[in-house]
């Protein structure tokens, strides 16, 4: 038992990992964000689809009920994406990925709405020291200040992720992770279709295709399913608390591969978050 979950702890960290990449890459890849979201989802759905042809996944939808719900989830996962890569060119790496992570005390409040799991008050503890930690990030309370308004998208953009996650638990009994995760980014690349109208915005696709790729690859079609993956074996609550740590790996890759230099008041938001991660990577083995 205790070595099936820390296999499940180890793999949800490892989603998570692969996931932290999305900061840098959001931010430095030299196109608008909803263009940057459309290749996503676009390319991460072909590597999905030919994964799932390779391992004979089926991709047979039950009911129409289903189809609906996937593609409230895919919409509410567009709405992330894209808020969230506002927010990091608006503010910066470690600020974008740290105010998103309010979503873990979102998903403790709403998941009972969602299913037969009852509000937890150490759920709702945890997810309020995330919520402290983004607080000590605000520079300043005014919406002339662009990492003001980085860190409201970043918030909004927690709120998305948290219904898109609650909106997939459901399913992922029933539906292969990467069955999932392709009817998602199916929905992503059909909103997205009007971006591709705009001549400049396909302005720079040829040198940033290598970094396209990359976060259609790493970050959405493997790290993404495993996370859907992960919802097998934790409640939404716990995945979110323990896939906090995300900015912290972000912060590291960032500070390694763009020299982003963290600030003290990020220093200490982070040993908030990583601290909740760790009490509940401790709590869930129960």
Request: with cysteine; glycine share 6%.
């Amino acid at each position: 038992m205790g070595n099936l979950h820390f296999k499940n702890l180890s793999l949800l960290l490892l989603a998570t990992l692969f996931i932290s990449t999305s900061g840098v890459l959001g931010k430095y890849i030299n196109m608008p964000a909803e263009v940057i979201i459309w290749f996503r989802g676009f390319f991460g759905a072909l590597f999905i689809y030919g994964f799932c042809k390779i391992k004979g996944t089926s991709l047979k939808i039950s009911s129409k009920k289903d189809f609906y719900s996937f593609i409230v989830s895919g919409f509410f996962l567009g709405l992330h994406w894209v808020t969230y890569f506002y927010a990091l060119k608006l503010s910066n790496v470690a600020l974008g990925m740290l105010s998103m992570y309010t979503f873990p005390v979102m998903t403790a409040f709403l998941e009972p709405f969602f299913s037969k799991q009852k509000l937890s008050g150490m759920h709702i503890l945890l997810g309020i020291l995330v919520l402290v930690g983004v607080a000590i990030l605000v520079p300043e309370i005014s919406l002339e200040n662009e990492e003001a308004k980085g860190i409201l998208l970043g918030v909004f953009s927690a709120l998305c992720y948290a219904l898109r996650n609650l909106t997939t638990k459901k399913h992922v009994q029933k539906y292969n992770g990467s069955t999932l995760m392709l009817y998602q980014l199916i929905i992503v690349t059909l909103l997205l279709i009007p971006v591709l109208l705009v001549d400049e915005n396909l302005a720079n696709f040829s040198n940033q295709f290598p970094l396209l790729i990359l976060i259609a690859l790493l970050t959405t079609a493997i790290g993404h399913t495993m996370m859907v993956n992960s919802l097998q074996h934790f409640t939404v609550a716990t995945a979110s608390i323990i896939s906090s740590v995300q900015p912290i790996f972000g912060i590291i890759i960032a500070f390694i591969f763009v020299n982003e230099v963290p600030t003290t008041n990020t220093y200490i938001g982070g040993t908030l978050i990583l601290a909740t991660v760790i009490i509940e990577s401790i709590r869930s083995k129960k």
